[in-house]
């Protein structure tokens, strides 16, 4: 079973080479951004690791709206031969503790109107859809905004 800790800069690589296969180009992370959200003072960043090595890891943030902290989870990847193993459901159990912690009451997200897989996930974890960003990937592609209390 896979083990969750903070992301350490040793990671970014690994990290990195992993947000490119679980997202197609445009939609996944530059090495910039990805460092910029893995590192951000206002972040959480955690992986998911093992024997095996680096299974998924979740990146997640507090924003204030109206007077209160929102958790917006910013990814989850999960290698794609790890996938529908429990490491999706552990990393997102560990993001809404901490948020949890720090008085966070509302979880919100975007995901891609046509990943069905995520969609479904999210459903399953007890996100509801909340709205649509038109273009929000690619300039083309719309996004669902989904959310749940935390």
Do not use: W
Not at 95 to 109: I, K, Q
């Amino acid at each position: 079973m896979a083990e969750i800790r903070r992301v350490e800069r040793e990671d970014v690589e690994t990290l990195f080479a992993l947000d490119q296969a679980c997202f197609r180009p445009g939609i996944a992370y530059s090495k910039a951004e990805l460092r910029y959200f893995l590192f951000h003072p206002t972040g959480i960043s955690l992986v998911a690791a093992d024997g095996d090595g680096i299974a998924g890891f979740a990146i997640a943030e507090m924003r204030m709206e109206h007077g209160q902290p929102i958790g917006h989870i910013v990814t989850i990847d999960v290698e794609p031969a790890r996938r529908r193993q429990g490491v999706g459901r552990m990393l997102m159990r560990a993001v809404t503790e901490r948020f949890r912690e720090a008085g966070v009451a509302r979880l919100r997200l975007e995901v891609a109107v046509d990943n069905n897989g995520a969609i479904a996930f999210y459903k399953e974890l007890g996100f509801a859809l909340e709205g649509r960003i038109r273009g929000y990937y690619l300039g083309r592609l719309d996004a669902l905004v989904m959310a749940r209390a935390a």
